[in-house]
Nanobody, 125 residues
Framework: QEHVVEYGGGSVQAGGSLRLSCEDS????????LGWFRQAPGKEREGLAA???????KYAESVEGRFTISRENVKHTLYLQMNSLKSEDTATYYC???????????????????WGQGTQVTVSA
């Protein structure tokens, strides 16, 4: 049975860094468009970044220049390097695999599925 698991969250002070990881056991991992999303309490889930099978990346304006999405196909792992963290980055972070035809972009959240359970990131001021 396929699964998606995120890990690497934690507590950090503003200005600090964290790297999130996501393991996706899907058999065709290298062909997937993959994305990172987050949801803060009382807010809608927000798309952050996506990476296509060829390594093309797209970012939300809120994180561009601070976050970097990458993938390691051999390990079936997706990463999100987060630098210069701010208190407003506090949220539960999720990875997902695009399941419906669409541009590989965090703007098309509706096209993603196979959500993991999430990992909590807390940034203190």
């Amino acid at each position: 049975q396929e699964h998606v698991v995120e890990y690497g969250g934690g507590s950090v002070q503003a200005g600090g860094s964290l790297r999130l990881s996501c393991e996706d056991s899907g058999y065709a991992f290298s062909s997937y468009c993959l994305g990172w999303f987050r949801q803060a309490p009382g807010k809608e889930r927000e798309g952050l970044a996506a990476i296509d099978h060829d390594g093309t990346t797209k970012y939300a304006e809120s994180v561009e220049g601070r976050f970097t999405i990458s993938r390691e196909n051999v390990k079936h792992t997706l990463y999100l390097q987060m630098n210069s963290l701010k208190s407003e980055d506090t949220a539960t972070y999720y990875c997902a695999r695009q399941r419906k035809p669409a541009t590989c972009s965090p703007d098309f959240q509706w096209s993603f599925g196979y959500w993991g359970q999430g990992t909590q990131v807390t940034v203190s001021a």
